[in-house]
């Protein structure tokens, strides 16, 4: 019997009408409802009174003491009250909207009281209660707690989902090889499923979770796997092809030498220029490590194959800023550069598609506007975006509708773990540039308090008599650009009186694409000594004279935010000092704040962020089709993620027609013929 194709109207107790709310929780199948696990458990472990913690759920047994009393308010509204002796500690029982409960309580009986403990003042307010010896058998245990809907209840699903257990719990079946169960010593899937549903301890729990967390992600990265090899036989890519001698030439010219890890990535993005099927690689380094000039490297390479190249960037100022730095290191091998930008003039822009429709641009470096529908390139061989997780799939769908099957390479200052790049960002391959070009120095990070913002602005004159540049961050909150506004312009209003002489400038978001390019342009030449600003400047800009980084209620940022922040300033290679101004009202913001002050480097960042705020939220990774998983979760159990995929890779590399594997080449023969199945 395939229980993903019985219906849960199988189940006893099942009606048509408890189907069509179930759907709503989307369970269909017996499948569906077996695999509907709990997020939480009742703890109903009897505890003594010096071991209930104030504030917190918690179960008693004790002997009733005396007669209840119970007062109402009006008809419906009650409270009873009893006392009971809890080994030797009275202890206030009360129960509201519980009257019928008063005949049941007698004197001297034994009852379970589970509820919200008052340390205080000695009082439990029972939500469960349970007598004498059926107490017994209940108490102890863990008690499954599902996330509902519409007529269903908690209780209503919990028995349910026993009785599916009863009926259906024999057609259950193993799906991983046996291989992997005895090397992790795994309980085998029905035994998990079931005990994940109702465990009768924590132990029984956590080898039942265990089990299925292992399914999960070996099942994911198998597939994920599998999916990206079928891709790379079908998808036909662009063949680059080119001599590595000229761009050993023109590496030799750059400005400076490569780091080790800028050489190693140029050579893992060539490889797939050269290679027919399409790449699709992730290139992650820390802010400052340099994938500018492995950006320009690898468009010389393209361009040399007879390509055009695009660079998409998430701002306006950000793409006049690469089109600047790529210029530089471009136009004197001959190349040709474009700009193209929603805000650009029509005249303006009618030119620009035209020089790229006719293929005299080389590289076009713009916004979202380079895969509108009115661009039409001649040979667009090589996409690359700047911070991917502003470039989702459906940008990718795009370009490929219009008929362009370019190699694409998505840069990105987030360094999130391999593993779990490879994992969340799907079927990319990942580079990482994990080391920085000698010479950085490490950027002096302070946390202040607020009282001392005037010397903080005295810091920011000194720097500014040393002919240096400052930023002041403020911060954008709950998105609303009023306040955003207000801030940043009052701090600007503030200190522009205050230091004076000393010219300040302002940015925000609500500026116009040209206003903002043009206090951006004066702050680079340095007419702008200090920038107040929100946070516009995040990604990428870069003025190498700016050596303050102040950031104002930086509690209000999240980490990789703050990072990306201090990353705007030491990159000319000199001293450089980040000063945090924050009260933060929460132990999170306070512990950022540790965070920064302790360690520059980014993927601990990284890690830490993921840690204090959850992977879901990590940048947004929903949006950008991360997986969901029912059991697993990709903080937690990271390191069984890793497991898991290497596992998987073993399978996938090993014939598949062994026994062992039967079960699994069925999986992926189902797939095949589903693909839908895979998102
Ligand atoms: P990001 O990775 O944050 O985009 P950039 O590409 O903007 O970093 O590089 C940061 C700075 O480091 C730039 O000024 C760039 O010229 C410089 N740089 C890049 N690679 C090297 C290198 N190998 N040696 C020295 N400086 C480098
Ligand atoms: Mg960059």
Redesign the pocket.
């Known amino acids: 019997m395939d229980l993903h194709r019985t219906s849960v109207t199988q189940v006893p107790g099942v009606g048509k009408k408890k189907a069509e709310d179930l759907h709503q929780l989307g369970i269909d199948t017996v499948a569906d409802l077996l695999g509907y696990f709990p997020y939480r458990y009742n703890d109903f472990q009897v505890l003594d009174v010096s071991e209930a913690v104030h504030d917190e759920k918690v179960t008693f047994q004790g002997t009733v003491h005396g007669v209840p009393s119970i007062r109402w308010y009006g008809k419906k509204k009650s409270r009873l009250i009893v006392k009971v002796n809890v080994n030797g500690v009275y202890v206030n029982v009360v129960w509201y909207n519980q009257a019928y409960l008063k005949k049941k309580i007698k004197p001297g009986e034994t009852v379970f009281v589970a509820g919200k403990w008052d340390a205080h003042r000695l009082q439990l307010t029972a939500d469960r209660t349970w007598f004498g010896k059926q107490g017994k058998s209940l108490i102890n245990r863990l008690e499954p707690v599902y996330s509902v809907t519409s007529s269903i209840t908690v209780s209503w699903l919990r028995k349910t989902i026993y009785q599916a257990f009863a009926a259906f719990g024999r057609e259950i079946n193993e799906v991983l090889p046996q291989e992997f169960l005895t090397r992790y010593r795994l309980l085998d899937r029905a035994k998990a499923m079931y005990l994940l549903h109702f465990p009768k301890n924590r132990e029984e729990g956590k080898q039942a979770r265990r089990r299925m967390v292992y399914e999960e992600l070996f099942l994911y990265e198998l597939r994920l796997l599998w999916h990206r090899k079928q891709k790379k036989l079908a998808e036909q890519g662009t063949v680059h092809r080119f001599e590595r001698e000229k761009v050993e030439t023109f590496i030799d010219h750059l400005p400076?030498?490569?780091?080790s890890a800028?050489r190693r990535v140029v050579e893992e993005i060539l490889g797939d220029m050269e290679e027919n099927s399409r790449m699709n690689r992730l290139l992650q380094?820390d802010?400052?490590?340099?994938?500018?000039?492995v950006a320009a490297i690898v468009l010389y390479a393209n361009w040399l194959s007879g390509y055009q190249g695009a660079l998409m960037v998430p701002t306006e100022i950000l793409a006049e800023q690469h089109l600047r730095s790529l210029h530089e290191l471009l136009s004197p091998a001959g190349m040709n550069l474009e700009l193209l930008t929603g805000g650009m003039k029509a005249k303006e822009k009618r030119d620009a598609l035209s020089r790229i429709q006719m293929g005299l641009a080389d590289v076009i470096v713009g916004t979202h506007a380079l895969i509108q529908e009115d661009v039409a390139y001649r040979t667009l061989g090589l996409v690359i975006t700047d911070e991917q997780h502003r470039f989702g799939v459906r940008q990718r769908h795009t370009l490929r509708e219009k008929g362009e099957m370019p190699d694409v390479l998505h840069m990105t200052?987030t360094p999130i773990p391999r593993t779990l790049a490879i994992t969340l960002y799907g079927d990319m391959d990942v580079s990482v540039i994990d080391e920085m070009?000698?010479g950085r120095q490490p950027v002096n990070t302070y946390w202040v308090k607020k009282d001392v913002w005037p010397r903080v602005t005295g810091f920011i004159e000194k720097a500014c008599h040393k002919s240096q540049q400052a930023y002041i961050i403020c911060p954008l909150i709950e998105e609303s650009e009023k306040s955003d506004l207000q801030n940043a312009q009052s701090v600007f209003a503030e200190i522009t009186e205050q230091l004076a002489p000393i010219r300040i400038g302002l940015l925000h978001g609500r500026m116009t694409p040209p206003e903002k390019d043009e206090v951006m342009r004066r702050f680079a030449a340095g007419e702008i000594q200090v920038l107040v600003s929100t946070t516009v400047v995040e990604v990428?800009v870069?003025v190498?004279n700016a050596t303050v980084m102040v950031i104002y209620d930086a509690d209000r940022f999240g980490l990789a935010q703050l990072h990306q922040l201090r990353?705007r300033v030491g990159?000319g290679g000199g001293e450089a000092t980040c000063i945090l101004v924050a009260e933060p009202r929460s132990e999170t913001g306070v512990e950022r704040m540790r965070v920064m002050c302790e360690t520059m480097d980014g993927f601990e960042i990284a890690r830490q962020d993921l840690e204090l705020r959850g992977p879901g939220d990590f940048f947004g990774v929903k949006q950008s089709g991360a997986p969901e998983f029912r059991v697993a979760d990709l903080v937690e159990d990271y390191k069984v993620l890793e497991v898991a995929r290497t596992d998987a890779a073993q399978v996938l590399n090993a014939s598949l027609d062994t026994p062992e594997y039967h079960i699994l080449r069925r999986y992926l023969d189902q797939l095949e013929k589903d693909p839908s199945n895979f998102d």
């Open positions: 400076f030498p490569l780091t800028q380094g802010v400052g490590s340099g994938k500018t000039v200052a070009p000698a990428g870069n190498p990353g990159r």
